[in-house]
């Protein structure tokens, strides 16, 4: 009797799970976050607008066809092996990661890949996962780093009149002495040859980022005519006072997209006033979503954090992140059906993501995402693009329309490295057709 | 009655020579070793062998390698992350260029460059001492990173500069994959252990042979160590190209076994102080004590973020890793107040107690 009193609870508890499990119908989204550390001004805005997305999906429209998402975070430091820490203990049932960070970017690479798990670095990590063929659960849409350095310079040869005439001008490139910077050298080589200009590398060491007196000095004497910047952190906001200390013009310094943020100007304040820097996607709050943001999460108290950073470059940027990653689900419903997706059936989604112009509209998105359509060969987009904001004092305006990458420049280089990785690792690239 | 000596009557010189005199101490240890090799991998899932125990054992091999240099020989460095960089850079040109070696080969062959740097930046140690000596030793960790990071040689010429470390066989073409994201993590344990426990066995024999105890004269007193008979030469650079090899092991299989990929960002200055500090909470000149501080200073953070969780308390992460931070500096400062000599010497006391249980005097 006893026994079978035994097996009655058994029975039950297992029946309890079961229900449990049943209600926990939700797409579970890990998110690795850094909300502490040396880049803690970064990782606190990136956290907070992915969190917030996934959140106002859930309270507007109770979730994407009814399945709600459950966002949970996990801290990383920035640090590359507490991120691989992260993601063993929450890769169970995980839809999708995005770590922000190029290191942890690179340790997961083969480990989602092994998982099953559809990997979004959004404008970081490996150039090259742009190649679908040989990467087949990592993507790096809307933009990569070689894209938006051939980007930065149709920018500086549409402000100068056409890329002829950047033939014998001289480029200042000031760049964080680390994987990360030196990415853009081979294309920026390329591209030099190309239009006939030259360019100067500065690097600045990461252990000395706010040291880069002398590097300005040297700028303020070889007068180049532009100055592109690839930085991060401290060193970003460092640079920009430099250049204001030298009077370098402001309208002529460009940083891309993680030099981008609100933290790199406001030290120098007005006296920074026509920096500019590369975005992917919209700054400010203008874009429609925003008021639902404000009805549905930030009146309910429900905002991420204390709420703060909405609207901010980097906030927008993981704000658009979870927009990506949201319509890929959808997508992935489309032909799954309405139930919570797999990391598998994410990656379907991924892969055949087609967000248009009307679409977007429809989202309450516009002019906040660029349109993308992404492919099975092609993980990066069809149409990589860039805007340029321009710091007027206290904040950023976009300055241009979406200025087009030289993909033409960029795709071969992004396959021989694709093609060098496969070989090293023994993959055969799939086939697409 | 139980952990004595008295009535073990030794009856060759090997076994009055043993590493383990007390049977129970040999026992214990025997069990702890095969319940690694056998009990463990049945009974860690991938989070707990995979992320949990490869970090471990792979820090406590470099922690044995710096307790080597530091702990035993006395010489302070602050390189440690830069030999094992240099190992990982290293293994990684053996694995891809010379693919007919197997990959337990590569990684010793890593081990083994990291040992000549060592000892070249070893040279500085026979006339500066102590912080000064630490200073040269910053170097190594600065000069060598630059080095690595900035000759696309070391890389393969690989436009991202962060290569990828293919899925290896334990010998070349057989037996199971040992590196890599498509092998298991219990291969991938098993491996990392077969490493940690010979390096283990043959630190723990180095120490208390000869060349064990002139590194101990150096350091102790290294003019009387002079006098009587031995060399300094050759005493402190044989503790830096060992301690070096140890370091560059441990960064190849950090690269191998662990992260999948050369990332210089994973042996930058913060490593050589992460290590530095398990061998100052573990113990200066205790190979238990190697595992021992690993193990307190990479688990401890990770049981305080994830305690909130087991409790069912909801607290925000930027919190939760807040509030580690602060419970891990208290306990470094409770430990070092406690036991300036660290856990290792805890276990100690706790042994010579138990010799006396149940009469203490």
């Known amino acids: 009797m006893k026994f079978g009193k035994l097996g009655l609870l058994a029975a039950s508890a297992a029946m309890t799970v079961v229900s449990t499990a049943a209600l926990a119908a939700e797409q579970y989204i890990p998110s690795l976050v850094y909300r502490t550390g040396p880049y803690a001004s970064g990782g606190v805005p990136l956290a907070d607008g992915y969190a917030d997305y996934f959140h106002l999906i859930n309270e507007r429209d109770g979730g994407v066809n009814g399945v709600k998402f459950k966002v949970e975070e996990c801290e990383t430091g920035y640090k590359t092996d507490r991120g691989v820490e992260c993601y063993d203990r929450t890769k169970e049932n995980a839809t999708i990661y995005n770590p922000w960070s190029t290191g942890i970017t690179y340790a997961l690479i083969d480990k989602v890949t092994a998982d099953k798990i559809p990997f979004l670095s959004m404008g970081y990590g490996r150039t090259s996962a742009a190649d679908g063929r040989v990467f087949e659960y990592i993507f790096n849409f809307p933009s990569t780093y070689w894209n938006q350095a051939t980007a930065i310079v149709q920018y500086i040869a549409n402000e100068l009149g056409g890329t002829d005439q950047l033939k014998g001008k001289r480029i200042g490139y000031i760049y964080l002495d680390h994987p990360y910077g030196k990415e853009p050298i081979p294309t920026m080589d390329i591209l030099a040859e190309k239009f006939g200009f030259t360019y100067d590398k500065y690097p600045v060491a990461p252990k000395s980022m706010t040291e880069q007196k002398s590097i300005w000095l040297q700028i303020r004497k070889t007068k180049p005519d532009y100055v592109i910047m690839w930085g991060w952190g401290a060193m970003n906001a460092t640079a920009v006072k430099e250049a204001t200390n030298i009077r370098f013009d402001m309208s002529k310094f460009i940083g891309n997209w993680w030099s981008a943020g609100e933290d790199t100007a406001i030290p120098s304040g007005d006296k920074a006033k026509g920096y500019r820097a590369a975005t992917f996607h919209g700054v400010g709050k203008d874009a429609p979503v925003f008021g639902d943001l404000q009805q549905h999460i930030v009146d309910k108290g429900m905002a991420s954090g204390d709420g703060s950073k909405i609207g901010l470059v980097l906030y927008n940027r993981g704000f658009a992140n979870a927009a990506y990653v949201v319509e890929a689900v959808r997508k992935a419903q489309e032909k799954f059906g309405n139930r919570v997706m797999t990391g598998e059936e994410v990656r379907w989604g991924l892969e055949n993501l087609d967000l248009t112009e009307e679409r977007l509209a429809e989202l309450g998105l516009t002019g906040l995402v660029p349109p993308t359509k992404v492919t099975c060969e092609n993980h990066e987009g069809l149409s990589p693009a860039i805007k340029i904001q321009e710091w007027n004092g206290s904040g950023y305006e976009v300055i241009t329309d979406w200025i087009p990458a030289m993909t033409q420049v960029t795709r071969p280089l992004i396959e021989q490295d694709a093609a060098a990785y496969a070989a090293e690792k023994g993959i055969t690239p799939r086939s697409c057709n | ?361």
Not at chain 2, 77 to 91: C, D, E, I, P
Not at chain 2, 198 to 227: H, T
């Open chain 2, 1 to 361: 009655m139980i952990y004595r000596e008295a009535g073990e009557f030794k009856t060759s010189y090997a076994a009055d020579q043993g590493l383990l005199t007390i049977p129970m101490d040999r026992w214990f240890v025997i069990g702890l070793v095969l319940f690694a090799f056998i009990g463990m991998p049945l009974v860690g899932d991938e989070y707990w062998l995979g992320s949990i125990m490869i970090p471990v054992l792979i820090l406590a091999i470099a922690a044995m390698g710096l307790n080597i240099l530091t702990g035993y020989a006395g010489q302070l460095s602050l390189g440690t992350g830069a030999f094992m960089a240099a190992g990982a850079y290293m293994a990684y040109k053996v694995a891809t260029n010379l693919s007919f070696l197997p990959v337990p080969v590569a990684i010793l062959a890593g081990g083994g460059f990291s040992a000549m740097i060592g000892v070249l930046f070893g040279i500085p140690s026979l006339r500066i001492k102590g912080f000064y000596l630490a200073v040269a030793t910053l170097a190594a960790q600065f000069f060598l990173l630059w080095l690595f990071t900035h000759v696309d040689w070391f890389v393969n010429y690989n436009l991202s500069g962060v290569p990828a470390i293919a899925d290896y066989h334990l010998f070349v073409d057989w037996g199971p994959l040992v590196t890599g994201a498509q092998a298991s993590v219990e291969a991938r344990y098993l491996f990392v252990l077969v490493f940690a426990v010979f390096l283990a066995l043959a630190a723990r024999n180095m120490a208390r042979c000869k060349i064990g105890r002139s590194w101990m004269a150096i350091r102790d007193m290294d003019i009387a160590a002079e006098i009587i008979g031995i060399r300094p030469l050759h005493t402190k650079l044989s503790a830096f190209a060992i301690s070096s090899f140890y370091c560059g092991v441990a960064g190849a299989l950090w690269a191998f076994c662990f992260i999948n990929n050369v990332e210089p960002g994973a042996y930058e200055i913060e490593r050589s102080f992460q290590i530095l500090f398990m061998i100052i909470i573990g113990g200066l000149g205790s190979i238990l004590g190697s595992f021992l501080g690993a193990a307190f200073i990479f688990l401890l953070p990770i049981t305080l973020s994830q305690l909130p969780g087991w409790l069912g308390l909801d607290v925000p992460a930027d919190v939760i890793t807040h509030l580690e931070f602060m419970v891990m500096g208290v306990l470094i400062i409770f430990f070092l107040i406690v036991e300036p000599h660290g856990l290792a010497r805890l276990w100690q006391i706790a042994k010579e107690k138990l010799r006396r249980w149940p009469f203490p005097y």
